[in-house]
Structures are given as C-alpha cells and as structure tokens.
C-alpha cells in the first residue's frame, strides 16, 4: 500500500509539473519615449515573451533603442 501511495504521490507531482498554465500577461513597450501596454490574455508564459519580443522587434523599425517587457 505505500509503495502505491508514493507511485500516486509521484505522478501527481509530475503531472502538476508538466502542466503549463495560461493567464494574462502585459507586455509594456518603450518606443520613441512613449510607453505603451499589450494585454496578453489566456496565454502561456512563453508564448507571452514571444509575441512580446514581435512587439519589441516591430518597434525597432520605428526606434532602433525601442524596448519591451513582459509584466
């Protein structure tokens, strides 16, 4: 039984691990000296940070200093 226990334990743990969650995020850009924001919503962590880079490469066309982050 308690090796049962710990096999459950174990796969619990691994199943919460591997799980990405999706929530809202805000990717704030610094272009030309003005600051904008972009809600990101339902999404994960990394497709977050690319379309915020894509936001941030996009800028560089019109200021090559431009700069995004994800909040």
Not at 16 to 26: E, L, M, Q
Not at 35 to 41: A, D, G, R, Y
């Amino acid at each position: 039984m308690k090796k049962m226990n710990l096999a459950l334990a174990v796969v619990f743990a691994a199943a919460i691990t591997f799980t990405s969650c999706k929530k809202d995020y805000t990717c704030t850009c610094k272009i030309s000296g003005a600051e904008s924001k972009s809600e990101l919503k339902d999404a994960k962590k990394g497709d977050a940070e690319d379309a915020c880079k894509a936001l941030e490469t996009t800028g560089k066309l019109v200021d090559p200093a431009a700069k995004c982050t994800l909040d």
